[in-house]
């Protein structure tokens, strides 16, 4: 299998404006999360599809390879489904450009999902996360996700999933972690599908996939990383990288 990372790298953010181009122990946090995906040595090649010229000339002048959004994207999928519609590749890797601590461990056990799926029943593998704290749990921001008997998502959302009416039963939650591996095909599908109401609801992509009867495959992980969403996180990775 030939198999690629992609790092959609969105200029504009609503909750952190510029938040890939801030400095990270020297360098720019985008930079950083290439250097981080190369350095896994698990990818044929990895991009950064950018909107912007400043994004893209980082990295193209750190000897990395960026490339140009053509069109204008809604989400990460649509601007990494642009950029391979002619690469020969089998899967496609998202890896988020605000998460630099990229563990390589966590993407090896969502690539076996593929190795192991010789009929090609699984269209994508994303990563999950347990979590025990209630003010996350609750937390808008924190996308949710529910799986069956097989670990096949079942539905991701903002709100508390499942809804705990009756406090007596142990259930488990998971933070759904957004890397993404892609079968081809399933992200020329999404590309082409229009957003439904549950997505355009919740604004949260992966939902259209299980929308059209998409199977997304969830990989449990214990590492829970640092998403640079607001400045207190940029503040939590520069104590972590020290």
Not at 206 to 228: Q, S
């Given at each position: 299998?030939?198999?690629?990372?992609?790092?959609p790298a969105r200029y504009a953010a609503s909750r952190f404006p510029a938040k890939l181009m801030q400095d990270?122990?020297?360098?720019?946090?985008?930079?950083?999360?290439?250097?981080?995906?190369?350095?896994?040595?698990?990818?044929?090649?990895?991009?950064?599809?950018?909107?912007?010229?400043?994004?893209?000339?980082?990295?193209?002048?750190?000897?990395?390879?960026?490339?140009?959004?053509?069109?204008?994207?809604?989400?990460?999928?649509?601007?990494?489904?642009?950029?391979?519609?002619?690469?020969?590749?089998?899967?496609?890797?998202?890896?988020?450009?605000?998460?630099?601590?990229?563990?390589?461990?966590?993407?090896?056990?969502?690539?076996?999902?593929?190795?192991?799926?010789?009929?090609?029943?699984?269209?994508?593998?994303?990563?999950?996360?347990?979590?025990?704290?209630?003010?996350?749990?609750?937390?808008?921001?924190?996308?949710?996700?529910?799986?069956?008997?097989r670990n096949f998502a079942l539905y991701f959302s903002r709100s508390p999933i499942p809804y705990p009416r009756?406090?007596?039963?142990?259930?488990?939650?998971?933070?759904?972690k957004g890397i993404y591996a892609f079968r081809k095909r399933a992200l020329m599908d999404f590309q082409r599908?229009?957003?439904?109401?549950?997505?355009?609801?919740?604004?949260?992509?992966?939902?259209?996939?299980?929308?059209?009867?998409?199977?997304?495959?969830?990989?449990?992980?214990?590492?829970?990383?640092?998403?640079?969403?607001?400045?207190?996180?940029?503040?939590?990775?520069?104590?972590?990288?020290?």
């Open positions: 299998m030939k198999i690629i990372a992609m790092i990270l122990h020297g360098k720019p946090v985008i930079l950083r999360t290439y250097e981080a995906a190369v350095n896994t040595g698990l990818f044929d090649n990895v991009y950064v599809v950018t909107d912007s010229e400043l994004i893209f000339n980082t990295i193209h002048n750190a000897g990395g390879k960026a490339i140009m959004s053509i069109k204008e994207h809604e989400c990460g999928s649509d601007r990494i489904a642009e950029a391979v519609t002619d690469m020969q590749v089998d899967i496609i890797v998202n890896v988020q450009g605000d998460e630099p601590f990229t563990d390589k461990a966590s993407l090896q056990s969502v690539l076996k999902v593929f190795e192991k799926d010789a009929e090609e029943e699984i269209d994508l593998a994303s990563l999950m996360v347990k979590i025990t704290d209630w003010d996350e749990i609750s937390n808008p921001n924190t996308v949710k996700v529910i799986v069956d008997n009756d406090k007596a039963v142990r259930t488990d939650y998971y933070k759904h599908l229009p957003m439904l109401p549950l997505e355009a609801t919740e604004k949260i992509e992966a939902i259209r996939y299980l929308e059209y009867g998409k199977k997304i495959k969830m990989v449990e992980t214990t590492v829970t990383g640092i998403e640079i969403d607001t400045p207190e996180d940029l503040e939590k990775a520069q104590q972590a990288w020290k």
